[in-house]
């Protein structure tokens, strides 16, 4: 699964700022850490040592929120766009990328990555307008960072959104730190077959990876839950980032009725995991938004019986892959089209002068430079800011239909092209539409 940025993240760095959120409502953040079940999902351990890879000790998630627009709080700092400390990013990304010695990376970081901040917010009490909010649980791609995603989440949560963006401890990320409340801080980098023991496959351990990420969505979901249940007090207090002091306050503040899984890459693909396939752990999601699900992240959940949304990019559309032995695109659009069946609420489409990585923050923040670092950005032919908006745009319109029925934007289209073209003068080409 390619969605390796690496050095291009700390080049980013000097080359571009995030920029603020357009919606009604101010954007709140805020890191949450607590226990997870203690499970074990394989019997693998990380190599020279008797620790187990794959054990759900804590899930960490950053929530973005509406807050009230004119919200600031000075004393709290913004969170970094590249969490510390940068050596484990550093150490992931070398590990992913085949390069050996991270110290190239960690001293590019460290000049370079002190300066992109998120603007959100930092611990701001939830708006007190807008009744209940829909919540969207959102899983980052393979050897990348939920911070990637924060002009996403961002947006979303400006235009009245919940967005509970989880940092997975599956092995995908470039570097985590897993912190207890009360225990031993340790660190988790990326996972290649070679770091665990026994060696597995290469699909054996992507697989051990999907399985653990139901774990980890069904350890946020249960959270989300009882948060809006009122318990959000006992959520502060067991978390281990000290964040989330106005979590009392969210009793009832959760639409979860509208519980929309969504994820982008070997995220999508997880996400699908979620809707109602052998893997998945919850029953609780409505709906799904997903980016350009994996080609390398091994078989796609085919029973999906939700509302689902599947934006690709031109570059995951235009180049021909084969996946369980048929194309994937075509995959795609099977499992939509039997969606569509069941739910009379499924889209397909793709956004026309993107690539793969369009999605995330990292075109926008680094520019023409991206180019150098991933060869298939070369396929995007528009503005990055540009492409990202289409991909907000058709989100938000995807949940403005789940709440009341309206199709608006490009989801009031038909099929436009039911295989793939890439027709000049078009932002969409949709493939599957009610």
Known sequence: MRFSISVLCFVSQVLGQLPAYTGPYGVGLIDVEVPGNGATFSNYTLKGTDQRAFYLETVLTSIYYPTAKDYANASQAPHPWLPRPLEVIAEGFAKAGGFGDPSVILAGLQVLGGNVTIP??????????????????????????????????????????????????????????????????????????????????????????????????????????????????????????????????????????????SGHSFGATSTMDSLGGELTLVDSFTASIVFDPGKLSGPLNRNVSVPLLVADSLEWSLIPALLDGQNHFDLVKRIAEDSLQKTNGSWFMTNLGTAHVSVSDAPILAGDLITAFDSGAGNATIDPQVALQRYIDVSANFLQFLKDGSRNGILASEVTHPFFVNESGRDWVVHVAP
Not at 217 to 226: D, F, L
Request: aromatic share 6%.
């Open 120 to 261: 959100a917010q930092v611990d701001a009490p939830l708006s007190p307008d807008g009744g209940a909010f829909p919540v969207i649980v959102f899983s980052h791609g393979d050897t990348s960072l939920s911070t990637w995603y924060s002009i996403f989440c961002g947006e979303l949560a400006s235009r009245g959104n919940v967005v509970v963006a989880i940092q997975h401890r599956d092995g995908t990320s470039a570097g985590t730190v897993i912190r207890p409340k009360d225990g031993q801080e340790r660190n988790l980098t990326y996972l290649r077959p070679e770091d665990v023991e026994p060696v597995p496959s290469e699909l054996n351990l992507t697989m051990v990876k999907r399985t653990f990420r139901q774990g980890e969505v069904h350890e946020v979901v249960q959270m989300i839950e009882a948060i809006n249940d009122g318990g959000g007090g006992g959520t502060y207090r067991s978390n281990s980032r000290n964040e989330g002091r106005d979590l009392a306050n969210w009793k009832g503040r959760l639409d979860l009725t509208h519980l929309v899984a």
